[in-house]
C-alpha cells in the first residue's frame, strides 16, 4: 500500500457533520491540510430540507454547503474501509493509504431496515431519496409511509402536501409517541387526519410485497394498503464498524469525552450522529440524532 496524501486533519464521512468540522478548523487553520472522505457521490448538503423546505417550493440548489469553497480535499464516492491509529493511516475502498495528524469520524448512521421486505422500499436518508419520490409524487399517487417518529412524519406531511393519497402506519398510539405525551400524540393523529392522511395507529407490519406495479402493505391485525410507493423511517443504526475494528471503545455510537476525543486519545475523534458523548445537564451519555 503506498501514501498518497497526507492531511493534517482527516474526516471520514461527508455529511453536516464533515462540513461543520471544515468550517471549525478554519476558524482556526486557515492553512492546514483537510480531506474529506465521503461515500457518496455529492458534496455535503443539509438533510433537514429533505423532509420540510425542499417539499414546500425552496430551490433544490440551496441544500449544498459549500464545503468545497473551504479549501478542502473533498473525496466523494470514496468511503474509508480501515483505519490504523498506531500509524496513523486511513485505507480507503481503492485500497489507497492516506495518513493524518488527527481524524475525525463522522460516519453518521444507516436506516434501520427490515430484510424480510420488498427491496423496492424507500428508506429515506438521502438527496437521491428526494429525488426519487419527488419525481413520483403528484396528485393521487398512493404511498404508504412506515413509521411515526419524525422522518415518518414528516415525509407523510411533505408528500400529502404535494397531492399524494398518504397512509402513515405506525405501532404507537399516535405520531411522536416517543417524544410527545400521549394525549398531545393523539391530538397529532387527528391533525394528519384533517389534513387527508389516513393514520393508522397501533398498527405493526406484517409484510410489504410487490402487487403488480406497486406495493401491497399487509399489518399484523389484518389491515391492507395498496400503494404506488413504500417509505420507511425507522431511525438508525449508528455506523461504528471502522471504530470497533480499529479497537475504538463503541456503545451505541463511538464513546467519546467532553471534547469528542476517542478512547481517551489526542488524536481520534467522533462527532454527528454516530457519537455517543456526555451530557452534563442530563447525566450520562447521550447520542443525537438530528441536527
Keep these: 500500500r503506498r501514501c498518497v496524501a497526507d492531511f493534517r486533519y482527516l474526516i471520514v464521512g461527508g455529511g453536516m457533520t464533515a462540513d461543520a468540522a471544515c468550517r471549525g478548523i478554519r476558524e482556526h487553520d486557515e492553512t492546514g491540510a483537510i480531506g474529506i472522505f ?12 429533505l423532509t420540510k423546505a425542499l417539499w ?15 479549501n478542502a480535499d473533498l473525496r466523494t464516492s470514496c468511503p474509508i474501509a480501515s483505519l490504523d491509529l498506531d500509524a496513523r493511516t486511513t485505507t480507503d475502498a481503492a485500497g489507497e493509504t492516506h495518513s493524518y495528524e488527527k481524524v475525525l469520524l463522522a460516519t453518521g448512521g444507516t436506516p434501520r431496515r427490515v430484510d424480510a421486505w420488498d427491496d423496492g422500499v424507500v428508506y429515506y436518508r438521502t438527496v437521491d431519496h428526494y429525488r426519487q419520490l419527488h419525481d413520483l409524487a403528484g396528485d393521487g399517487v398512493r404511498v404508504a409511509v412506515i413509521g411515526g417518529g419524525f422522518i415518518g412524519s414528516e415525509i407523510a406531511a411533505a408528500l400529502a402536501i404535494n397531492g399524494c393519497a398518504v397512509s402513515i402506519l405506525f405501532p404507537e398510539p399516535g405520531i411522536g409517541a416517543r417524544v410527545f405525551p400521549v394525549e398531545l ?23 410489504v410485497a410487490r402487487e403488480g406495479d406497486g406495493f401491497r402493505v399487509a399489518t399484523d391485525s389484518g389491515r391492507e ?10 431511525g438508525i443504526r449508528p455506523r ?11 456503545d451505541d455510537g463511538i464513546v467519546v469525552d467532553e471534547l469528542g476525543r476517542a478512547s481517551g486519545r489526542q488524536d481520534v475523534f467522533a462527532a454527528g450522529d454516530v457519537a455517543r458523548f456526555p451530557a452534563q445537564a442530563l447525566g450520562g451519555l447521550r447520542r443525537v440524532e438530528h441536527e
Aim: charged share 30%.
Design 38 to 49: 465521503a461515500e457518496e457521490p455529492h458534496e455535503p448538503y443539509a438533510r433537514p430540507p
Design 56 to 70: 414546500k417550493g425552496k430551490d433544490a440548489s440551496e441544500v449544498w454547503r459549500g464545503t468545497p469553497e473551504l
Design 185 to 207: 400524540a393523539r391530538f397529532v393523529n387527528e391533525y394528519y387526519r384533517e389534513q387527508g392522511v389516513d393514520v393508522l395507529a397501533e398498527e405493526s407490519v406484517a409484510s
Design 225 to 234: 394498503v395498496e400503494c404506488e410507493a413504500v417509505v420507511a423511517g425507522l
Design 240 to 250: 461504528t464498524e471502522l471504530a470497533e475494528a480499529a479497537g475504538l471503545e463503541v
